[in-house]
């Protein structure tokens, strides 16, 4: 069944195939600032890391390296808009998905118990009732917008500060933004893990690219969201006690 | 040849300005379009084209005002931090004369020289907005040396307040100055660069301390350069790699564990 197994609605019509009913998850503006932010942070690693790696040293040299530094500022300037664009287009939507991403909750604590046994033996039982965003997907996007307001901080001054801020700042501020570098890369090579990579994650894929997701992954993956939070955990419980009497 | 050094008497230098215009001529260096400061101190500071300056600092010693003169320019350290964080391999220290250069082809124009020298020597004519431009600074007219010429500055001085060739020589000469300058009534005469920054190759001899001429006392490796390439760049390859092989790791095992034929 599409969406995973145990408690998924089989929906199959007279010939006995599967029928998925797809609701909407992401809206066009949603999706429109992930690709765009997607494609302008990878440019924006790409030709950072020219000054960071010295095995890139070929590249970083003379006119070619005077134009990949240029890249890099023309892909800062766009990768800062995106989400102001972004807030001014769906700024409900936009103050919602950032509210939900900086909660924390008991599930929150649940799932990372039951993340190794689920994405690595594919043990889904265990995983705590999520909300449109897992607890994942929520560390994801808080490592990445807290990275990206160390980078502009420290980028701005960069830029525009040099020559007037002491040199020892300057040269602090080269270190925060390589190691922001570091961590969001970390975190991406991670989320491009699970989003693409991963035989489970195959959903993810498909709502950030067409908006919509499987009813039954829905319910699998992100009951919060799906039946709404008495329901979710409602089900979450007799789930949890009839695990409990499968043991005894 | 051994490293070379340049040895400049402060207490000898008139403020004539002589080395800043050889070396404007030699290098073919524009001028700068400045206004008057109520100084003869002139230009305002070291840029992409002055290479060399003399800095006129008055020490107000209450019966009487000494001028001291401080010709900046590059002081090709034994150990150059503009060289280490230099990410294209334009700065480069030469191993024998010891002289530190910028090779203007391979510049990118980054700046980390600029931010990472403990005496702000190297300068950029970098666009702000574009950041397209390249690092200048003093190379002792590397291009005269090769050919066994002195550097112009040093060539052109009437007063004889530079000397130029081995470094041992050079400190030698500059120690002797120090001794005969505070026995002729100068207790502070000292010489500035035989243990800064693994010896400088540009040496002062200074009649006051060196802060009073604008000089750090006792000018230190940028730590943050030290932390950067060595702590924070390996952390990098580490953390990349790591990440990226946990991923390989875990993509192995839930393939192996997870059979999809059972989930769907």
């Known amino acids: 069944m599409i969406g995973n197994r145990v408690r998924g609605v089989q929906e199959a019509d007279e010939t006995g195939a599967v029928r998925i009913r797809w609701i909407p998850k992401y809206s066009a503006m949603e999706r429109i600032f992930h690709w765009g932010h997607t494609v302008t942070f990878l440019l924006l690693a790409m030709t950072g890391m020219i000054l960071f790696f010295p095995f890139l040293r070929p590249l970083a040299r003379g006119d070619g390296g005077q134009l990949i530094r240029m890249t890099h500022r023309a892909a800062a300037i766009a990768y800062g808009a995106l989400p102001l664009i972004y807030v001014i287009l769906e700024p409900r939507r936009a103050w919602m998905s950032l509210k939900s991403v900086f909660k924390v909750g008991r599930y929150d604590i649940e799932w990372v118990k039951g993340m190794i046994p689920y994405y690595m033996f594919g043990r889904h039982e265990a995983m705590a009732p999520q909300d449109r965003f897992n607890t994942g997907e929520k560390l994801n996007a808080v490592i990445i917008i807290l990275g990206s307001v160390v980078f502009a901080i420290t980028g701005l001054v960069m830029w525009f500060g040099k020559g007037f801020v002491p040199i020892g700042v300057f040269q602090a501020l080269v270190i925060l933004h390589d190691l922001a570098m570091i961590v969001t890369v970390c975190m991406f090579i991670v989320h491009f893990y699970l989003a693409v990579v991963h035989p489970l994650m195959w959903a993810g894929l498909v709502s950030m690219r067409y908006g919509v997701t499987s009813a039954a992954y829905a319910q699998e993956h992100h009951a919060l969201w799906y039946y709404g939070k008495d329901r979710a955990e409602e089900i979450y419980e007799a789930h949890k006690a009839e695990r409990g009497e499968d043991k005894k | ?264």
């Open chain 2, 1 to 264: 040849m051994s490293r070379v050094a340049m040895l400049i008497d402060e207490s000898i230098c008139m403020g004539c300005r002589g080395c800043q215009v050889a070396c404007k001529q030699w290098n073919d260096l524009p001028a700068e379009q400045t206004t008057q400061s109520g100084t003869y101190e002139n230009p305002p500071d070291l840029s992409a084209v002055t290479w060399t300056r003399v800095r006129f600092t008055e020490l107000d010693q209450g019966d009487r005002v000494q001028w001291l003169f401080l010709t900046q320019g590059c002081f090709h350290c034994g150990n150059p931090a503009c060289v280490e964080v230099c990410p294209t391999g334009a700065l480069k220290r030469d191993p024998e004369l010891g002289i530190v250069t910028v090779e203007k082809d391979l510049c990118n124009g980054c700046g980390y020289c600029s931010q990472f020298c403990p005496f702000s020597i190297p300068r950029l004519d970098t666009d702000v907005l574009s950041g397209e431009g390249k690092a200048f600074k003093c190379n002792f007219c590397q291009d005269r040396l090769s050919n066994g010429l002195i550097p112009a500055c040093v060539k052109t001085c009437p007063s004889g307040a530079f000397a130029f060739g081995d470094r041992e020589a050079m400190l030698g000469k500059g120690l002797g100055r120090v001794d005969l300058l505070r026995q002729a009534g100068f207790p502070n005469a000292n010489l500035y660069g035989e243990h800064e920054m693994s010896g400088l190759g540009r040496l002062y001899v200074l009649k006051e301390r060196p802060s009073l001429y604008g000089l750090p006392e006792n000018p230190q490796y940028p730590a943050m350069a030290n932390l950067w390439q060595n702590v924070v760049q390996p952390l990098g390859s580490l953390a990349f790699g790591a990440a990226a092989l946990a991923v390989l790791g875990f993509y192995f095992v839930s393939r192996r564990n997870i059979k999809m034929e059972e989930v769907e």
